[in-house]
């Protein structure tokens, strides 16, 4: 057990619809990264968010979004979703500059 | 531009078969190199982290070296719960957002 929790661990929706994918850090942890992992594209970091401030982007597209609240929990929020959205969704957190522990991740279908 | 390569793509292995696996980097200013182990469907499990050249890691069959081009993860008489996908990442700017390679699958038989 990591110490990072994601919830929920499954969601299955339509296209068009908006999800909110839920990610607690380890504590004492500032740092929260999100990747998605997809068959075909391995995994690709999406965002990093550090004590509640956006500090990077990946090629995260504009329908996603994603926020840190003061209690250092995050959200990624994603919406209009199309079927390749379809895939893992993970967050980590670390303590800045080191290893980064991954959450068990939620599966997202889009049908 | 900043790549992550592993080697082989998969990897077939008979229990006590001792064999390595490549991970390869062309990044600029390398800020430490990490090894995952992640099973079908689960979280990446962190393994290790290296730093410097020549430095050495162990973790019961695991062990992972450094040069300053690649990385190994040797893996010493393995057993079938070896059996997982290996990745090593390394992180990218200051920002530490990882940079994964696309792992090698380690298929341990009895």
């Known amino acids: 057990d990591s110490g990072v929790t994601q919830t929920p661990k499954h969601l299955i929706t339509a296209t068009g619809q908006r999800v909110t994918l839920r990610c607690s850090p380890r504590?004492?942890?500032?740092?929260v990264y999100w990747y998605q992992q997809s068959l075909d594209q391995g995994l690709q970091f999406l965002i990093h968010?550090?004590?509640?401030?956006?500090?990077a982007k990946g090629n995260i597209l504009e329908r996603f979004s994603a926020q840190q609240f003061p209690d250092l929990h995050s959200e990624l929020n994603l919406s209009s979703l199309e079927l390749g959205d379809s895939a893992l969704y993970f967050c980590?957190?670390?303590?800045?500059?080191?290893?980064?522990?991954f959450g068990p991740g939620t599966r997202l279908t889009v049908l | 531009e900043d790549q992550v390569t592993q080697s082989p793509e998969a990897l077939r292995l008979q229990e006590g078969e001792s064999s390595s696996l490549n991970c390869s980097y062309t990044?600029?200013?390398?800020?430490?190199l990490f090894w995952y182990r992640q099973d079908p469907g689960k979280g990446p499990e962190f393994l290790f982290t290296?730093?410097?050249a020549g430095e050495e890691k162990e973790k019961e069959r695991l062990k992972a070296t450094l040069t300053k081009k690649e990385s190994f993860l040797h893996i010493t008489a393995p057993k079938p719960e070896d059996s997982a996908t290996y990745l090593c990442?390394?992180?990218?700017?200051?920002?530490?957002?990882?940079?994964f390679g696309a792992g090698t699958t380690v298929t341990v038989r009895a």
């Open positions: 980590a957190s670390s303590v800045a500059g080191k290893e980064q522990f």
């Open positions: 504590s004492g942890d500032l740092s």
């Open positions: 968010y550090y004590n509640g401030e956006e500090r």
């Open positions: 990044v600029s200013g390398l800020r430490g």
């Open positions: 290296l730093y410097s």
């Open positions: 990442a390394v992180p990218l700017s200051n920002d530490y957002k990882l940079s």
